[in-house]
Each structure stands twice: as structure tokens, then as C-alpha cells.
């Protein structure tokens, strides 16, 4: 059985930080592709960092470039998420996902996913 953990959300202020954990089991997590995504309330789900296996290849969005950094430690079965300068437009809840080819961006790419965890920014 697949499961999916997120956690390691929270309410902080504007311009602190979080680090976000996503630990994986049920799959052989070191040839997934691993993603964050969040959903902010009444928007649909959006792209956040996509890390490829090895970790060497590592996509951002442009809200989430050179403030959030995403990281995984293949002998833990985890994904991080580093969360920096944080703002109240980054409230939502963020999922981790993980997919079975490419690198990619797309939802539906996705095999399995968490139930989020919900990250509240105020200002």
C-alpha cells in the first residue's frame, strides 16, 4: 500500500519560514519523480518545485524561485520543502506528489499523492 505524508505545516508571519516533510513508502521512491503542489482557497491546484530522482534536476515556479528550495533524501523515502520569506499570498495547502516518469509539471502526470498539509501566512 502507497502512502503519502506530508507535514511540518503551520501559521507563521510574514517573512519567517517553514520546512515542510513528505515521507513515502509502498514504492521504490528512488526512481520517483517527487512535487510539491498547493491549493490557496477558492484557486485551483497549482505547480510548486518538482525534484527529479537523483536530485539533480530541480524545477520551480516563478513564486517559488529563489525563495523556497526543495530537496529529498532517498535513503529516508523523503521530500523537503524549504520555505523562505515567506508571504500570505503562499497560504494554501501543499501536497506532495510523486510520479513514475518524466519531469513534469502536470497534475495528471501524478500517480500518488498526500493529503496536504496546510500552511497559513499572516501578514
Known amino acids: 500500500q502507497v502512502q503519502v505524508a506530508e507535514s511540518g505545516g503551520g501559521l507563521v508571519q510574514a517573512g519567517e519560514s517553514l520546512r515542510l516533510s513528505c515521507a513515502v513508502s509502498?514504492?521504490?521512491?528512488?526512481?520517483?519523480?517527487m512535487s510539491w503542489f498547493r491549493q490557496a482557497p477558492g484557486k485551483e491546484r497549482e505547480f510548486v518545485a518538482v525534484?527529479?530522482?537523483?536530485?539533480?534536476?530541480?524545477l520551480y515556479s516563478a513564486s517559488a524561485k529563489g525563495r523556497f528550495t526543495v530537496s529529498r533524501d532517498n535513503a529516508k523515502n523523503t521530500v523537503f520543502l524549504q520555505m523562505n520569506s515567506l508571504k500570505p499570498e503562499d497560504t494554501a495547502v501543499y501536497y506532495c506528489?510523486?510520479?513514475?516518469?518524466?519531469?513534469?509539471?502536470?497534475?495528471?502526470?501524478?500517480?500518488?499523492w498526500g493529503q496536504g498539509t496546510q500552511v497559513t501566512v499572516s501578514s
Open positions: 525534484i527529479g530522482w537523483s536530485g539533480g534536476t530541480i
Open positions: 509502498g514504492i521504490t521512491y528512488r526512481t520517483f519523480v
Open positions: 506528489a510523486a510520479a513514475r516518469g518524466r519531469l513534469t509539471r502536470i497534475e495528471d502526470e501524478y500517480d500518488y
